[in-house]
């Protein structure tokens, strides 16, 4: 198995215990992802919510839990004695393994996944790395990112243990971690200043009490790369952002936060529920973060209502799962390679230039599509290009693992990218200079181009268009306007209606999720800070808030709809600034809203084309479109209006468009 840095296990011990009967349909088993310093004996620390006659009942569910790659309670990690037993791991690779658990069991898909903190990264983890094994899905108390609240704590558990060793150390880690499992109010009416009976204050005894605790039954280099693990938590890394990574598993996931959590509160829950369109659950506590564990009333109703939708729900998987032989204790491996049945197509070559958000993305989507679908034509990704071939790629590392590129794809020389064996470019890396040029050279050589350069084209679309059509070759690029939205192809078949007269469209969903925070009552940076986080918005957003990104995507539409070459259109341009959003929260107080609106219409001989902050109804169309999303109105004399709707920012959005032209 390969780990997500590259690094690969021959062999991965895993301990687990499973409580209850495995139904002959295989279809009834509960998997359940233990915390940061739990056990496989599920129910020995989730009382109320395992056991006969409850949520989870093993008289009728077969409750499984493994301990997490890295532990210590029987499965591969460090320990003290050989701390460079396993190589640095990441929750997406304890998810995985969980993957490799259940097909050694021969269990395609379980009936719910469920975890808290820790086990709710998991848990987030195995339902976007293997959505089509996912029937229900219920993190607690999890971010789908690390928080800087949670880096804080680990830090100063971390710098506990390297000053006072694995003994004191981790007992002082472990007391710290239980202070931010709790809240002041829940202390406070727990202990007070009520004193134990050798005089100390008994709050202190409570934690020095779980301080020895741990250190009894814990090994400290685990824990420390336990939390290690925890840091790099992010689900949207290489997906396209948080959404992205979670939104084909919206309707089957839960997010459950805990209003007064001090390590993860309950809106690091709610933001990412809400980006991806999963439900959201309160529970009410005093306790904070442990109340996953804590409130078992709570959490075995919640727990019990989404076993009853999951047990409506079919498995979405299109293949049996490779399996192993089944043991107590299974030992994973990297399965043998099997040659595809009854494949005639023959394999799509392909070059890539980029592999960051659209060009990773990609990656991840052609590794899924090899595993899940193998009737379908073959791709093969000869090269890659980068800006520096010696960093750590992991879409690329896991595209080489699953098959889809070689060995030394990578490579930093555009000169080598294209060759005789290369059928189509794909081209992700941005710019009007080193992509135009690749482009040109593609396009010269009769080889197609695909690609989502959105500045590129609205610099010289047309006359790239014509090379391609000089040279017996395509030109397709539906990702560069509205990621998932198919209005190029509409436009370019003549779908979306002749004499069109009038494009409207809000083109950027960076800028409208921004002004929809602002009209929530964020300022203008936090409304950028938390696009950043979701993976709505790039480090630099400044073409999106200053409008040039809808520019560019109105100036492609224009030549679509109305055959004026891209770069000659002139277009009034003014983005989100502070006065603008200042004046977006003054609207949204009234009732309407803004959105940053772009236009192209026909005035006589003469197109006028504008992009500008425009107040709109609260009850109009356009002010119902939410976060991230497009919309595109097309007016034409055949057809009358047509609207467009859809996500438009995200790598994987723009990567499925990308994937398609690909394929046709």
Request: proline share 4%; hydrophobic share 45%.
């Amino acid at each position: 198995m390969f780990l997500e840095s590259g690094e690969r296990l021959d062999r991965i011990d895993v301990r687990y215990c499973l409580e209850g009967a495995v139904s002959a349909a295989r279809d009834n088993v509960v998997l359940v992802v233990h915390a940061l310093t739990g056990t496989v004996h599920a129910s020995t620390w989730w009382k109320g919510v395992i056991g006969e006659g409850a949520a989870l009942d093993p008289t009728r569910h077969a409750i499984l839990c493994a301990n997490l790659l890295g532990g210590c309670d029987g499965t591969t990690g460090p320990t003290e004695a050989d701390p460079d037993a396993l190589p640095p791991f990441t929750t997406r690779d304890q998810a995985a393994v969980l993957a490799r658990l259940l097909d050694a069991l021969d269990i395609a898909a379980p009936l719910l996944v469920c975890g808290g903190s820790l086990g709710g990264m998991v848990t987030l983890e195995f339902a976007a790395s293997f959505p089509a094994r996912v029937r229900g899905a219920v993190a607690l108390a999890a971010p789908a990112a690390q928080t800087a609240q949670g880096l804080a704590w680990n830090a100063i558990m971390r710098r506990a243990i390297a000053l006072g060793g694995a003994r004191d150390g981790l007992a002082l880690a472990r007391m710290v971690g239980m202070l931010s499992y709790r809240t002041p109010e829940g202390l406070e009416r727990r202990f007070g200043r009520t004193r134990s009976r050798r005089e100390s204050f008994q709050v202190n005894a409570w934690l020095e009490a779980h301080g020895e605790k741990l250190v009894a039954r814990f090994d400290a280099a685990s824990y420390g790369a336990l939390i290690d693990a925890m840091d790099t938590h992010d689900v949207g890394r290489g997906r396209g952002g948080i959404a992205a990574a979670l939104a084909p598993v919206a309707d089957r996931l839960t997010g459950v936060g805990i209003p007064g959590d001090q390590l993860y509160p309950d809106v690091s829950v709610r933001e990412w529920a809400a980006a991806a369109h999963a439900a959201y659950v309160d529970i009410a506590s005093l306790h904070g973060h442990d109340a996953f564990l804590l409130e078992s009333e709570q959490v075995s109703r919640l727990l019990a209502k989404a076993v009853a939708d999951a047990e409506g729900r079919e498995p979405q998987l299109r293949e049996p799962q490779l399996r192993e032989p089944v043991g107590r204790e299974p030992q994973l491996r990297e399965p043998q390679s099997r040659e595809p049945v009854g494949r005639v197509a023959t394999t799509l070559r392909v070059a890539l230039a980029g592999c960051g958000h659209v060009g990773g993305s990609l990656l991840d989507l052609l590794v899924g599509r090899a595993a899940a679908d193998r009737d379908t034509r073959p791709v093969q990704v000869q090269r890659v290009l980068v800006r520096d071939a010696t960093l750590l790629r992991q879409p690329l590392t896991h595209a080489i693992a699953g098959g889809i590129a070689p060995d030394g794809a990578c490579l930093a020389d555009p000169a080598a990218l294209l060759g005789p064996d290369v059928d189509v470019l794909v081209e992700a890396i941005g710019g009007t200079t080193t992509a135009r040029t690749l482009v040109e050279t593609a396009l010269a050589r009769g080889i197609r181009v695909v690609t989502a350069n959105k500045a590129l084209l609205g610099e010289c679309g047309a006359t790239l268009e014509a090379l391609a059509t000089a040279n017996g070759t395509r030109l397709d690029f539906e990702g560069a306007v509205c990621g998932a939205i198919p209005i190029v192809r509409c436009l370019r078949s003549g779908a979306a209606g002749v004499g069109i007269t009038r494009v409207t469209g809000i083109l950027n969903g960076t800028s409208n999720f921004v002004l929809q925070q602002v009209a929530l009552g964020q300022s203008l940076g936090e409304a950028i800070a938390t696009a950043q986080r979701l993976g709505y918005a790039e480090a630099d957003p400044t073409r999106d808030l200053n409008g040039q990104d809808a520019e560019d995507k109105l100036r492609i539409l224009a030549w679509l709809a109305f055959g004026v070459a891209p770069e000659s259109l002139e277009v009034r341009r003014r983005g989100i600034t502070a006065e603008v959003a200042t004046w977006a929260a003054q609207v949204a107080a009234e009732g309407d809203g803004v959105k940053l609106l772009a236009s192209c219409q026909r005035d006589g001989d003469h197109l006028v084309a504008t992009i500008e902050p425009t107040r709109v109804r609260g009850d109009d169309a356009w002010a119902q479109v939410a976060g991230p999303f497009n919309r595109i109105v097309i007016e034409s004399a055949s057809a009358g209006e047509l609207v467009f709707t859809g996500p438009g920012a995200g790598g994987l959005a723009t990567a499925g468009a990308v994937l398609a032209d690909l394929l046709g």
